[in-house]
């Protein structure tokens, strides 16, 4: 029960079933009271008429009300016990004329007593034992005398048809329920189809047919879920793309360093080496375990990132402190390099990670150092416009080829003409991602041979 209660299509139907039964009842109720409405008031008005005849005859009845109304003594009055009576009452209670059909000894209608200025309607037993509908009411004769005139009429055949009709009732309304029920489980079951066929599809997914997506049939409500589905496929598939390309590129990056130590060991062990040829070889192996250490740390940085905002510690920071943080640490390479930096404008703060925003501008102008001429520049100015902070970077470098510049923050990317230059093609990519993760962007305009600009903005909240 639970279980027919806890899928959509037993709610549904559960529902549906107890509305409709609602429905069915009501509608059941209120059109046998309708009925019952027309038939008693169809038997009133004809009593009330009868009651009117009768009314008329006495006052013209010349020799007496005694005698027994032998106008409208006919039809259903003239049969004994036939279910339609009248019979003219004193205010005694002493009967003065009857119908025939009451003239059976010991048999009348009860009397309905006092005098009945309005038209009274009863249900009463009658002298069958049948039930009754009963119009009473008084009239003065032209003598002055009161009298009530009582006519009655059988129930037993209205009674018979709102029996009748109960029964088709009670037939009917409940095969209608059941049809209907069936009709809405198979609307149901059938609109459900298409979320079924959806859930069996979603379960087949897996990270190897990543690429395949949910119809999107439509018109159906299920379109947007299935349009969203497979707008969450595509974001899954390109990440799990991105992750395997990382994966693939990263194991290439440390094979190179890895196959330099090997193959310097394999060559100093083939033989007896001297003292300088074995200083030589671990000075080669050194740098190339320098080179190792600082891909593994890029990776780790770029694998704790992932553009993750709730990893930052976020506090406010003041890009001029930063920026004269970055430049202190960078001096003696810039020196080392004749490379002046030149720093401008005045504090702005902004709401962020210091350690990572640090580590962004860190490896920004590390490039502009790496990839500048002997005494070239790097200019860092700060500037603030509406809700944001600017830190342009401009440095006298070897520049950057338009066709390359969309690709210089893809992981492992590095420009063809500096791949001489020592490098890991992940400086950028971890900048991005943090400035991505403080809701920032970063542009970039190069001229080869001239410099290049880097537009880090920051929102200043
Ligand atoms: P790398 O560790 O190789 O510097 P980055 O991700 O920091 O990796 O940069 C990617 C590539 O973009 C670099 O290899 C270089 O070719 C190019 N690049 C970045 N900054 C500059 C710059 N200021 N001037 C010229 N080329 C640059």
């Given at each position: 029960?639970?279980?027919?209660?806890?899928?959509?299509?037993?709610?549904?139907?559960?529902?549906?079933?107890?509305?409709?039964?609602?429905?069915?009842?009501?509608?059941?109720?209120?059109?046998?009271?309708?009925?019952?409405?027309?038939?008693?008031?169809?038997?009133?008005?004809?009593?009330?008429?009868?009651?009117?005849?009768?009314?008329?005859?006495?006052?013209?009845?010349?020799?007496?009300?005694?005698?027994?109304?032998?106008?409208?003594?006919?039809?259903?009055?003239?049969?004994?016990?036939?279910?339609?009576?009248?019979?003219?009452?004193?205010?005694?209670?002493?009967?003065?004329?009857?119908?025939?059909?009451?003239?059976?000894?010991?048999?009348?209608?009860?009397?309905?007593?006092?005098?009945?200025?309005?038209?009274?309607?009863?249900?009463?037993?009658?002298?069958?034992?049948?039930?009754?509908?009963?119009?009473?009411?008084?009239?003065?004769?032209?003598?002055?005398?009161?009298?009530?005139?009582?006519?009655?009429?059988?129930?037993?055949?209205?009674?018979?048809?709102?029996?009748?009709?109960?029964?088709?009732?009670?037939?009917?309304?409940?095969?209608?329920?059941?049809?209907?029920?069936?009709?809405?489980?198979?609307?149901?079951?059938?609109?459900?189809?298409?979320?079924?066929?959806?859930?069996?599809?979603?379960?087949?997914?897996?990270?190897?047919?990543?690429?395949?997506?949910?119809?999107?049939?439509?018109?159906?409500?299920?379109?947007?879920?299935?349009?969203?589905?497979?707008?969450?496929?595509?974001?899954?598939?390109?990440?799990?793309?991105?992750?395997?390309?990382?994966?693939?590129?990263?194991?290439?990056?440390?094979?190179?360093?890895?196959?330099?130590?090997?193959?310097?060991?394999?060559?100093?062990?083939?033989?007896?080496?001297?003292?300088?040829?074995?200083?030589?070889?671990?000075?080669?192996?050194?740098?190339?375990?320098?080179?190792?250490?600082?891909?593994?740390?890029?990776?780790?940085?770029?694998?704790?990132?992932?553009?993750?905002?709730?990893?930052?510690?976020?506090?406010?920071?003041?890009?001029?402190?930063?920026?004269?943080?970055?430049?202190?640490?960078?001096?003696?390479?810039?020196?080392?390099?004749?490379?002046?930096?030149?720093?401008?404008?005045?504090?702005?703060?902004?709401?962020?990670?210091r350690e990572r925003l640090t580590e962004a501008i860190k490896n920004i102008v590390d490039n502009a150092i790496k990839y500048n001429r002997p005494g070239g520049r790097v200019d860092?100015?700060?500037?603030?416009?509406?809700?944001?902070?600017?830190?342009?970077?401009?440095?006298?470098?070897?520049?950057?080829?338009?066709?390359?510049?969309?690709?210089?923050?893809?992981?492992?990317?590095?420009?063809?003409?500096?791949?001489?230059?020592?490098?890991?093609?992940?400086?950028?990519?971890?900048?991005?991602?943090?400035?991505?993760?403080?809701?920032?962007?970063?542009?970039?305009?190069?001229?080869?041979?001239?410099?290049?600009?880097?537009?880090?903005?920051?929102?200043?909240?």
């Amino acid at each position: 029960m639970n279980l027919l209660f806890s899928s959509i299509k037993g709610r549904l139907l559960a529902l549906f079933l107890s509305a409709f039964f609602v429905v069915l009842t009501g509608l059941g109720f209120f059109l046998y009271n309708k009925l019952e409405g027309i038939v008693i008031g169809s038997i009133d008005n004809h009593l009330h008429s009868e009651v009117q005849l009768i009314a008329g005859l006495l006052e013209t009845e010349e020799e007496g009300p005694e005698l027994e109304l032998s106008e409208a003594a006919i039809g259903d009055y003239a049969t004994p016990l036939s279910g339609h009576y009248y019979q003219v009452v004193l205010p005694d209670g002493r009967v003065l004329a009857r119908s025939p059909s009451l003239s059976i000894p010991g048999k009348r209608l009860p009397h309905v007593r006092g005098i009945l200025l309005e038209p009274v309607y009863t249900t009463a037993t009658g002298p069958r034992g049948e039930p009754l509908r009963l119009l009473a009411q008084s009239f003065r004769l032209p003598d002055g005398e009161v009298v009530t005139i009582e006519a009655a009429e059988s129930l037993e055949e209205a009674y018979e048809l709102l029996r009748l009709f109960r029964n088709t009732l009670l037939v009917v309304f409940p095969a209608v329920f059941i049809i209907s029920g069936l009709g809405v489980l198979f609307i149901i079951v059938w609109s459900l189809r298409p979320l079924e066929r959806f859930s069996k599809k979603i379960g087949t997914i897996t990270e190897r047919n990543l690429n395949e997506r949910i119809e999107e049939t439509r018109g159906s409500e299920l379109s947007s879920l299935a349009k969203s589905f497979n707008t969450m496929l595509s974001r899954l598939e390109e990440s799990f793309e991105r992750q395997k390309r990382f994966f693939t590129d990263a194991s290439h990056e440390l094979r190179t360093p890895t196959a330099v130590i090997k193959s310097v060991c394999d060559v100093t062990l083939s033989r007896k080496r001297t003292a300088e040829e074995y200083e030589e070889a671990l000075e080669k192996i050194k740098q190339a375990t320098e080179r190792l250490s600082g891909l593994i740390g890029r990776l780790l940085e770029v694998s704790r990132l992932e553009g993750k905002l709730s990893s930052l510690k976020l506090e406010e920071v003041d890009l001029k402190d930063l920026t004269e943080d970055v430049v202190r640490l960078l001096d003696p390479a810039a020196a080392s390099s004749n490379i002046a930096i030149g720093l401008k404008g005045d504090g702005v703060k902004v709401h962020g990670d210091r350690e990572r925003l640090t580590e962004a501008i860190k490896n920004i102008v590390d490039n502009a150092i790496k990839y500048n001429r002997p005494g070239g520049r790097v200019d860092i100015e700060l500037e603030k416009k509406d809700g944001w902070a600017m830190i342009i970077l401009r440095d006298t470098g070897m520049g950057i080829p338009q066709d390359k510049l969309c690709r210089i923050f893809e992981r492992f990317y590095r420009v063809e003409e500096s791949r001489k230059i020592g490098g890991t093609g992940l400086g950028l990519s971890i900048a991005k991602s943090i400035i991505d993760a403080h809701r920032g962007r970063i542009e970039v305009e190069s001229e080869p041979g001239v410099g290049t600009t880097f537009r880090v903005v920051l929102p200043k909240r």
